[in-house]
């Protein structure tokens, strides 16, 4: 199975490779065979998906012929279909040759799910009955069912769907509380029960109470409706789900019970849950039982996320937790009833999901008009803290409370007191806020905590105009050890870094609002008593990693092997940490070894959605089926290799399995044991100092303070030269040492030049060589523990003919300009103050840009002195997402008033947004109007496929393509939404400078 799966990882990359070079068309398929048998459909299943995928096709058109598959079943008024892959493919390889198609508005696997009883089977054991049954079941107490059966015993009203295993439907203490249900999987059959799971969470639900059989259900009468969504293994995939879903919201369930999930993200199930909120059908799922991330569906935003409890009153280790979940309920040690009337015992969130779901059964017996989300807020309202006070990961809002529900006054606002700053409460991500504010007056604080840097996208909506949302900070400085409350300027485009950030919701425009009162027919005398009501959703992305762009393997990023920070059992290592921040996200890192050795990485992950997948390459190649592909682990746990290697490069990539962004961020632990080579002995006089060549790196020793090592160069003509050594050793080893770089030139006895650093790593030199032999002497010294220190180094030479570049007044040198036009550009750039390097001494051509910086750098291209013309505009910049102390405030005032940029029409600047291509191309022109030529006929207009005349910014893209200041790609498209990097802005401006000249 390892093996089947390895060889699809190597096939989705090579697809990803070739995607890169050659984007297919929209209609393009890539497989042959327009139908295949079904009696010719592979049954295996695989880790986390079925053999099979789910399509949606568009309105008003069929579904597609999808060549390599065969259909299942579909859904006509869903436009959604099961279709089975030919065993000859794999599925990612029939979901990459369609996802493009026209008519397909999406693609995806058809996950596995399993049910959410405790994954040991050792807690299920059968009972003897020899007491009342009811006694044995102590779940009832807990959550104070005896004292809300006094005002309700169940409801009879409504319907409560089961989606799960079937139920045992001659079960006599539950039968008189079924009503006709359905087999997803075979629905010429009943939805009986072959595996046990669904009876028994049907009898905690609704076993019938007082008739002196078994033990009591949560509701003593109800109409429970048996849906059969998992087969008599437990398990289940997501289309029938899905469809089991809405066959209950279509035939009149008013709650759904699903004791199951799984960790993967689903569109297709994404949907399903929409379609139940928006009909007005409340879901309730358990969170499962890894001890780790809540599983799909409990952790989409509007479905009842449950957790578990014990006896004790604690949550058990095995109960998921995390921002989306919502109460506890009992989950250890639950009396129940499975098949064939037997008792049993049985733990997990399962067991837990339909003790809340028939207690929302009660609530909608005293309130049948509630809305789903009125529901859920009446149950955490009523929940009971187990933790800390209100909300927290472990808990939510605590474990529900059957009578509190039931007596407590509903309220939308659940948070009160949170009046100021000081008493903000809670906002967990991927979750959603029904509140309200109590009057005009009143004011709702609350926080988020940001644990990685990243997006945050709060959407904000209220029947009511003039309500709005306000964000702050606390801001540390010396005179004020507490910090103070600072406005923070939000954007959804913006990347927060890592703190707790505050909002309060209140009043903004009160012009706006009085006429909102008003249209509503609210007295003024009560505009300080109505309830104002509103919707707050929390998202978040991770931002992406300090080594984006490295997506494919020549994109690799450089990880200094040497930069060690840790030691374990005597071998040092490192760590890298890295971000999956998009969908399709592939990190590839480089390791540049002085010497062969050993190698060890692991990635370690603490998010239970990632699976993360590692793939070694000891070779620059695109060739995909060179690479090793490391999937030994299941979702939720690292990965892990090692293996010997020899000096040079070496490269390795890191994704999820499933290709999926996450917030949290994996870390990398790189381990590199040296076997020390030095094959450049003897050199340590000058008459026998080998030649080196340039762009060629050395390896090499300095065996204690006596060793001198000596190399030679030549020069034919004027050339710049760098000269870079670089000690592989952590810096923390280097305390008291010294090293020094001698060079001589082959007619004199003495050194030309000479350079020494102290407790560094590196040691640079760079200057312009006349033609001749040289000579460099390398040696080290220091303080006597150091004296017999071996230390091994890289060397490298770097030449360049003077004539090449203007660098007469160069003010630095840059390791990563890889071909001439842009050196020259950005050198050129540099000198004028225009662009800046790294303190790395690298340029970084393919990090894209923000808003901000653009126009930066354009104001400094036309000479501009941002500071004094900004102080000589009187008017501020009025746009939300932008303050004062902004670092490029002054750049984006003086943009606004020169109309280089306009704003968006949400009335935000987004400066810390990335610049996309089109974005570049009309700035420029606005900037540098005097450079460009207006074309004058439209048949003079470049042709680009995915630009069209009615984009909106196609005219500046086309003038700047026509003049060649921003090229288009190969293949003539110009990819306008994609985002401008460092390499293309330094061309286009020094192009668009050079013509002025």
């Not at 599925?91 to 959410?116: F, G």
């Not at 009955?129 to 059966?149: F, G, N, R, Y």
């Not at 840009?849 to 004094?868: A, C, F, Q, W, Y």
């Amino acid at each position: 199975m390892l093996f089947l799966r390895e060889q699809r990882i190597i096939l989705c990359i090579i697809i990803v490779l070739l995607l890169v070079v050659v984007p297919l068309e929209a209609t393009d398929f890539v497989l042959s065979e327009s139908s295949i048998p079904t009696d010719e459909i592979t049954e295996e299943k695989i880790q986390d998906h079925f053999h099979e995928i789910i399509v949606k096709w568009r309105d008003g058109v069929n579904l597609p012929t999808i060549p390599g598959t065969a259909l299942i079943d579909k859904d006509m008024e869903e436009r959604i279909a099961k279709l089975a892959v030919h065993n000859h493919y794999k599925v990612q390889d029939v979901m990459y040759s369609v996802q493009n198609h026209a008519d397909i508005e999406y693609v995806q696997p058809n996950y596995r799910y399993k049910i959410h009883a405790r994954a040991s089977q050792t807690s299920v054991r059968p009972v003897q009955a020899t007491d009342p049954d009811i006694m044995k079941q102590w779940h009832l107490e807990a959550v104070s069912l005896p004292s809300a059966w006094t005002l309700s015993k169940g409801n009879s009203n409504i319907i409560i769907a089961i989606l799960d295993t079937g139920v045992d439907l001659e079960s006599p203490d539950l039968a008189a509380n079924l009503v006709p249900g359905y087999n997803v999987l075979k629905p010429e059959l009943p939805p009986k029960d072959d595996y046990g799971h669904g009876t028994q969470v049907a009898s905690i639900l609704g076993s019938i109470g007082n008739n002196q059989l078994g033990g009591a259900g949560v509701l003593w009468n109800a109409k429970i409706m048996p849906i059969k969504v998992l087969d008599r293994g437990g398990e289940g995939d997501d289309y029938s789900i899905g469809q089991g879903i809405r066959y209950a919201v279509r035939n009149g369930a008013k709650v759904i019970v699903l004791s199951l999930g799984d960790r993967l993200y689903s569109k297709h199930m994404d949907e399903a849950v929409r379609f139940a909120e928006n009909e007005g059908v409340l879901l309730v799922a358990a969170t499962g039982n890894n001890g780790s991330t809540v599983n799909y569906p409990a952790a989409f935003p509007t479905v009842l996320a449950v957790g578990a409890f014990d006896q004790n009153y604690k949550v058990p280790a095995y109960s998921n937790f995390g921002p989306e979940i919502d109460v506890v309920a009992p989950g250890q040690d639950i009396y129940t009833t499975t098949l064939r009337g037997q008792s049993v015992v049985n733990s997990g969130t399962s067991m837990s999901a339909p003790i809340v779901a028939g207690i929302a059964g009660l609530i909608y017996s005293k309130y049948p008009d509630m809305k789903p989300w009125q529901v859920r807020q009446l149950l955490r309202q009523s929940a009971v803290d187990m933790h800390e006070a209100g909300w927290d990961q472990r808990s939510g809002y605590g474990r529900v409370d059957a009578y509190r529900a039931l007596t407590m006054v509903p309220e939308i606002d659940i948070w009160e007191n949170n009046n100021t700053v000081e008493q903000s409460k809670v906002f967990p991500r991927d979750t959603k806020i029904y509140s309200a504010l109590q009057g005009v007056n009143d004011v709702d604080w609350f926080y988020i905590d940001i644990k990685h840097r990243g997006k945050v996208n709060v959407p904000f909506n209220s029947d009511f105009q003039g309500l709005g949302v306000q964000w702050f900070r606390y801001v540390m400085n010396e005179q004020n050890e507490a910090g103070i409350l600072t406005p923070v300027a939000y954007s959804p485009e913006r990347n927060f870094e890592s703190g707790r950030y505050y909002f309060r919701v209140s009043v903004v425009n009160w012009d706006r609002m009085i006429a909102s009162l008003q249209q509503k027919s609210v007295h003024p005398s009560q505009f300080d008593q109505t309830s104002i009501e509103y919707q707050l959703e929390h998202l978040f992305t991770v931002a992406e990693d300090q080594y984006e762009v490295n997506n494919t393997i020549h994109q690799a990023a450089l990880i200094d092997i040497m930069k060690i920070e840790y030691i374990e059992e005597g071998n040092p290592y490192i760590t890298v940490q890295g971000t999956l921040h998009r969908d399709g996200d592939l990190d590839w890192y480089q390791l540049d070894l002085p010497n062969p050795g050993e190698v060890i990485l692991e990635v370690v992950n603490d998010y239970g959605r990632l699976d993360p997948v590692l793939t070694i390459s000891r070779t620059l190649s695109s060739t995909a089926s060179r690479y090793t592909v490391i999937d030994d682990h299941p979702q939720g746990a690292g990965e892990y290799w090692r293996g010997n290697v020899e000096a040079g490069k070496f490269y390795f990539m890191v994704t999820d399995y499933q290709r999926a962004k996450h917030p949290i961020p994996y870390e990398i632990r790189i381990t590199y044991i040296q076997k020390y080579v030095d094959s450049w002995e003897p050199n340590n006089q000058r008459y026998v100092a080998p030649a080196i060549m340039k762009d060629h790196d050395v390896y090499a020793f300095l065996n204690g303070n006596q060793d001198r090592d000596w190399f030679a160069f030549y020069i034919e003509e004027d050339t710049y030269v760098d000269i870079d050594f670089t000690a592989l050793v952590p810096k923390h080893n280097l305390d008291g040492v010294e090293f020094a770089m001698n060079i001589f030139e082959s007619t004199k006895g003495t050194y030309t030049y000479s350079k020494s650093v102290a407790n560094m790593r590196e040691l640079l030199y760079h200057n312009i060589f006349s033609p001749g032999v040289y000579y460099i002497e390398l040696m080290k010294s220091g303080v006597e523990s150091t004296n017999n220190l071996q230390i091994p180094y890289k060397l490298r030479l770097t030449k360049k003919p003077v004539g090449e570049i203007n660098r007469a007044n160069m003010k630095v040198v840059l390791k990563d300009l890889y071909n001439p036009e842009l050196e020259k550009a950005v050198y050129e750039l540099v000198n004028r103050n225009i662009v800046q390097g790294f303190p790395d001494q690298t340029y970084r051509p393919l990090k894209p840009l923000t808003r901000g910086e653009l126009v930066t750098l354009i104001l400094r291209s036309k000479n501009i002195d941002i500071t004094k013309e900004a102080l000589a505009i009187p008017k501020r910049l009025t746009n939300q997402d932008i303050q004062s102390n902004h670092w490029a405030y002054d750049a984006m005032k003086v943009a606004m008033q020169r109309k280089i940029i306009v704003g968006y029409q949400d009335q935000t600047l987004r400066p810390d947004a990335f610049v996309t291509r089109a974005e570049l191309a009309v700035m420029l022109r606005r900037a540098h109007s005097e450079s460009y030529q207006e074309l004058k006929a439209i048949g003079n207009l470049p042709a680009m496929p995915d630009v069209a005349k009615q984009h909106w910014a196609h005219y500046d893209i086309s003038i700047n393509v026509w003049m060649g200041f921003v090229e288009s790609f190969g293949d003539d498209y110009f990819k306008p939404d994609k985002n401008a990097d460092r390499e293309q802005v330094a061309l286009a401006l020094h192009r668009i400078l050079e013509r002025k000249l």
